[in-house]
DNA sequence: GCCAACGTTGGC
DNA sequence: GCCAACGTTGGC
């Protein structure tokens, strides 16, 4: 089982647009960045951790704690011409683009800030305190994952 | 294959 | 709203 962070802007899709949501579940739509696709459709599993992260807002930082419930599979808003996200070079027989379904497990007690995980030596080396980060699905090891979550 | 232009992300 | 950083696009 493996870790992850997922960003969403608070403004599209939050914390408690998922807590809301039937079975607290929602599919995750809308990547198209490669490295992150990648990610989901490769590495990905059910049970796996996500960290839920709200970022493009007035307090970016963690705000959740979610699971992958399924596995990659294709994400159809590619499909849809009228879609926001849709992209015709993804084809239903030859997809480009997938995606995960992911449930909340819990809301934090509090939101554990950007500002405050900057400049500690635990997380050293995390992708998302790396200059310009723009990667909205990113790896978190076991020792991130638990260091992020004790400082709740 | 290069690279300039452009669009997007996301912190501040 | 600003702007730096980065990915993508498309002309050549």
Same mark, same amino acid.
């Given at each position: 089982m493996r870790y992850w962070l997922m960003k969403s802007e608070p403004g599209e899709?939050?914390?408690d647009d998922l807590e809301r949501r039937p079975n607290r *579940?929602? @599919?995750w739509d809308g990547v198209r960045n490669y490295q992150a696709r990648n990610m989901i459709r490769d590495e990905m599993q059910p +049970?796996? +951790?996500? %960290?839920f /992260?709200?970022?493009?807002?007035?307090?970016p930082g963690v705000v959740g704690i979610a699971e992958v419930v399924r596995g990659? /599979? @294709?994400? #159809? *808003?590619?499909f849809d011409p009228g879609h926001r996200h849709y992209d @015709?070079?993804? $084809? #239903?027989d030859r #997809? *480009?683009?997938f995606m995960v379904d992911v449930r909340l497990v819990r809301k934090l007690a509090r939101t554990i800030t950007l500002a405050e995980l900057r400049g500690r @030596?635990? %997380?050293? +080396?995390? #992708?998302? %305190? $790396? $200059?310009?980060n723009r990667l909205s699905v990113m790896p978190v090891t076991e020792a991130q994952w638990r260091f992020i979550l004790s400082l709740e």
């Amino acid at each position: 089982m493996r870790y992850w962070l997922m960003k969403s802007e608070p403004g599209e899709f939050s914390i408690d647009d998922l807590e809301r949501r039937p079975n607290r *579940t929602e @599919p995750w739509d809308g990547v198209r960045n490669y490295q992150a696709r990648n990610m989901i459709r490769d590495e990905m599993q059910p +049970g796996d +951790g996500v %960290l839920f /992260y709200h970022s493009n807002c007035a307090l970016p930082g963690v705000v959740g704690i979610a699971e992958v419930v399924r596995g990659a /599979y @294709p994400d #159809p *808003t590619a499909f849809d011409p009228g879609h926001r996200h849709y992209d @015709p070079k993804s $084809r #239903p027989d030859r #997809p *480009t683009w997938f995606m995960v379904d992911v449930r909340l497990v819990r809301k934090l007690a509090r939101t554990i800030t950007l500002a405050e995980l900057r400049g500690r @030596p635990e %997380l050293d +080396g995390f #992708p998302l %305190l $790396r $200059r310009a980060n723009r990667l909205s699905v990113m790896p978190v090891t076991e020792a991130q994952w638990r260091f992020i979550l004790s400082l709740e």
